[in-house]
């Protein structure tokens, strides 16, 4: 019903910036809120940040806050991601998802994109 696509992912030296954005398309879309989910090789899929999709407030985890900012624009159906002095820890790939409802566990988005790889050489 609902396709989610990320694009802007890539290779940056640690201390770079990166912004990753995501389109949604679908027969209708009125999500909640979009986030952001990050997955590292061997571990687990981690929350890294959603908005709200009327108001626009955001929330972040610790491990990014001050660093990325997200935003999106719902006349457009997209979502960015704005990561700045970007770490190695970083490195993983980036999805973008879609909820009914304000939450940072990843079982209650309902949408899903492919992921972008972000790579953050030291």
């Known amino acids: 019903q609902v396709q989610l696509v990320e694009s802007g992912g890539g290779l940056v030296q640690a201390g770079g910036s990166l912004r990753l954005s995501c389109a949604a398309s679908g027969r209708t879309f009125r999500p909640a809120v979009m986030g952001w989910f990050r997955q590292a090789p061997g571990k687990e899929r981690e929350f890294v940040s959603f908005?709200?999709?009327?108001?626009?407030?955001?929330t972040y985890a610790d491990s990014v806050k001050g660093r990325f900012t997200i935003s999106r624009d719902a006349a457009k159906n997209t979502v960015h991601l704005q990561m700045n002095n970007l770490k190695s820890e970083d490195t993983a790939v980036y999805y973008c998802?879609?909820?009914?409802?304000?939450?940072?566990?990843?079982?209650?988005?309902?949408?899903w994109g492919q992921g972008t790889q972000v790579t953050v050489s030291s």
């Open positions: 998802a879609a909820a009914t409802r304000a939450t940072m566990v990843p079982g209650g988005y309902d949408y």
């Open positions: 908005i709200t999709w009327i108001v626009g407030t955001p």
